[in-house]
């Protein structure tokens, strides 16, 4: 069985369309090129780090579009100087999809040496923040008779 059916699960689940659409895409997604990392640099910062060697910064695009990152990449048609006797640096074009979860936004990128650098960071708006509220209270004030 090589496919995992979770409709049962969501027979009486009203809302989850976005999660049944995450296990479908995980389920297809190509995992091996090209490789990454994920870091968190910080309490509420990320860093997404690709290997997208012989990619330059006009043959890369980030698009971001209901809290997925999609991250493609183009290969560059220039012909080879050179012979090549082998090749070991795939340069064939990529797609790449990372869901980002509520309130993260996608912070710059950069490509150095190779490694595309995309930063991320969780901005939680105020109306979503956890507040205290104050308990006003009456006094009862009892009354002489």
């Keep these: 069985m ?3 059916n979770l409709s049962p699960l969501f027979r009486t689940a009203i809302g989850f369309d976005r ?3 995450l296990a479908d895409t995980a389920a297809a997604a190509d995992t091996s ?3 990454y990392n994920i870091e968190k640099t910080g309490e509420d910062l990320y860093r997404l780090t690709m290997a997208v060697a012989g990619f330059g910064p006009d043959d890369i695009e980030l698009t971001v579009k209901e809290n997925t ?3 493609t990449g183009r290969a560059n048609a220039e012909a080879p100087k050179a012979e090549v006797l082998y090749r070991g640096i795939a340069g064939r074009a990529f797609e790449r999809r990372f869901v980002l979860a509520d309130h993260i936004v996608v912070d710059g990128a950069d490509l150095m040496h190779g ?3 995309v930063n991320l960071k969780r901005v939680v708006p105020e109306a979503s923040k956890a507040r205290r509220i104050a308990i006003g209270g009456t006094q009862v004030v009892a009354q002489a008779a």
């Design 2 to 4: 090589n496919a995992l």
């Design 19 to 21: 999660l049944a659409r």
């Design 33 to 35: 090129y090209p490789p």
């Design 69 to 71: 990152l999609l991250v």
């Design 115 to 117: 490694m595309l650098h």
